[in-house]
């Protein structure tokens, strides 16, 4: 566990948490002189005596020059004060400082996951599901952040443990070796059982989870069909069961959690009122000799009991959220896309020479196409789902590497140092359009800077310009999905989309096939036209689709027919 986190820790984190270890020994030396100082000052304030008998309370006597025995402990008191309220303005110092650390790894992990999935190949992340990503990202990213807390807890009551004992052992060996078999019998206990409890509980819950995102976004995403069908009671009996056995599992952890803290206080009590009978039995009633060791002990457990209590339940912690750590790790560790940012020049032709592509080893999709597309000219492909003509283009415009073979763009071979730039080349336009729940202007300029002018100009060249003016311009609001527009006119906002970063090639995904014949007419026509001083790559399953084409290439079997 404790490699995997390293691998997560960037040197800045870890130099921080090299800073909080030395700060929690910092911290334990003060816990530990709170509870030491306590039995010399009961001592000293039950017998005045001590202070002259005491070389130690002598010397610092006569150094101050202290006029009476009560001035001195007066004084002794006030000191007291202000060291414990230090101890507590440098406790809560050291608790903001924990709380920084693991909080802000949450923005952390949240981002370099992000960052990681959107630098996956895209053959890898189609792979992938996105509830699964999304569920790391929002859930498995907070509880490892709670992990990360629960280790550092740990590890500063662990020294505050340390020194404690070793106090205790040095007043009264006999008596802190007793409380050490009874404590460690009982931890002993709770990890047997109590742990093992959680950890079982922790795992279901990453399940449950997981399944839980999984039914929410198969709901959401076929809504129109769930309503069709009438299956709601089917739907909600899905979500009903992943959403109980979710809560279950937390109630477990919930309640088990709680468990040490009382299981403990009630040990410890008994503890210490069995030290005092011991000692009221050994001194025949007169436990005044013993005060100030009862009260020193008194205050050790008092102080020690939440410290075990912390320790334990951080142990619990990690059990519980131990899966996140494994999850997040894994991902992380995800080869992403190193592209480089060398500038690649398209003034003549596309060639695709001797290419051969794979999904799964020995089975092919495409098999030894060559052809070239010269700059300007519109090209089409055709043929049977199956076919692998999405999958050709998909590698044209740079989302796939070919098995076997090449892609250049003019002279220059198409490869990871400037697939940035070739792809920037790219407008595409699919078949199935996705439009975020925002406005027109936002989906058009799709995370590009924002151009009223070039916006306007995009959608006028999509032929939707006037049917915006009729609403709100490019403030109309499209809804989820693009709920609120008809299929043509979010295929015509995908057209705009493309358009607006001005590309040298448009590519369209069987982007009409959905289309009623009459729109799917118009639009293509309006596409050939926009298209002329652009390079055209038509994917479509009709003929009559690529009737102003200059070149069409039929696939079968993954091979290019001539007709």
């Not at 008092?302 to 899966?323: A, V, W």
Request: with cysteine.
């Amino acid at each position: 566990m404790i490699k995997k986190l390293r691998n997560l820790f960037t040197r800045k984190d870890k130099q921080f948490l090299v800073g909080l270890f030395f700060f929690s020994i910092v911290i334990s030396v003060v816990e530990t002189a709170g509870i030491s100082v306590i039995m010399p000052f009961i001592a000293v304030a039950t017998d005045f005596n001590l202070i002259h008998t005491n070389e130690y309370y002598s010397t610092v006597y006569k150094f101050f020059t202290f006029t009476s025995e009560v001035e001195f402990v007066i004084s002794f008191g006030f000191i007291l004060i202000f060291f414990y309220i230090f101890r507590s303005a440098i406790n809560l110092f050291y608790f903001y400082m924990l709380s920084k650390f693991t909080q802000s790894r949450y923005h952390l992990l949240a981002y370099r996951l992000f960052e990681n999935y959107m630098g996956l190949p895209y053959k890898e992340f189609i792979s992938r599901n996105s509830s699964t990503m999304t569920k790391s990202i929002i859930n498995e990213a907070s509880n490892l952040t709670q992990l990360i807390s629960a280790v550092l807890f740990m590890m500063s009551e662990v020294f505050i443990v340390i020194f404690i004992y070793t106090m205790m052992i040095y007043v009264n060996y006999k008596i802190t070796f007793f409380l050490t078999v009874v404590l460690l019998i009982n931890a002993l206990i709770m990890v047997k059982t109590v742990s093992k409890k959680i950890k079982q509980a922790g795992i279901i819950s990453e399940k449950v989870q997981k399944r839980f995102y999984e039914v929410i976004n198969r709901s959401f995403g076929n809504f129109k069909l769930i309503k069709l069908q009438s299956n709601d009671k089917d739907v909600l009996d899905a979500f009903g069961d992943a959403s109980n056995t979710y809560a279950k599992s937390n109630i477990i952890n919930a309640t088990l959690v709680q468990l040490p803290r009382l299981f403990l206080e009630a040990v410890g009590f008994g503890i210490i009122i069995s030290i005092i009978v011991y000692l009221v039995w050994k001194n025949n009633g007169d436990v005044s000799g013993a005060l100030a060791i009862i009260s020193m002990f008194v205050l050790a457990l008092y102080r020690l009991m939440p410290s075990l209590n912390r320790i334990m339940t951080s142990y619990n912690q990690i059990l519980f959220y131990h899966k996140s750590l494994d999850i997040i790790h894994n991902d992380l560790m995800y080869n992403t896309e190193k592209l480089g940012d060398n500038e690649i020049i398209f003034k003549d032709k596309i060639v695709i020479k001797d290419l051969d592509f794979e999904y799964e080893t020995n089975k092919p999709v495409l098999k030894n196409i060559n052809l070239t597309i010269k700059k300007g000219s519109s090209v089409g492909f055709i043929g049977e789902s199956g076919s692998g003509k999405s999958t050709l283009v998909d590698i044209i415009i740079g989302l796939y590497k070919p098995k076997k073979g090449m892609i250049i763009s003019d002279i220059n071979s198409i490869d990871d140092a400037n697939i940035k730039s070739w792809r920037s080349k790219i407008g595409y336009i699919p078949q199935s359009v996705y439009l975020f729940d925002g406005t027109i202007g936002e989906n058009v300029t799709f995370g590009s800077d924002y151009d009223e002018i070039k916006v306007d100009d995009a959608l006028k060249r999509a032929k939707i310009y006037d049917f915006l003016n009729t609403k709100d311009g490019q403030n109309t609001r499209v809804g989820e999905d693009g709920v609120m527009l008809s299929g043509g006119q979010k295929q015509r906002i995908a057209i705009a989309r493309a358009l607006y970063i001005d590309p040298e090639i448009l590519v369209l995904d069987e982007a009409t096939s959905a289309l009623d014949d009459e729109t799917e007419k118009d639009i293509m026509n309006e596409i050939y036209d926009i298209g002329k001083d652009k390079t055209l790559i038509i994917i479509a399953h009709r003929l009559s689709t690529l009737n102003n084409c200059e070149e069409i290439y039929r696939l079968e079997n993954g091979r290019i027919i001539n007709d």
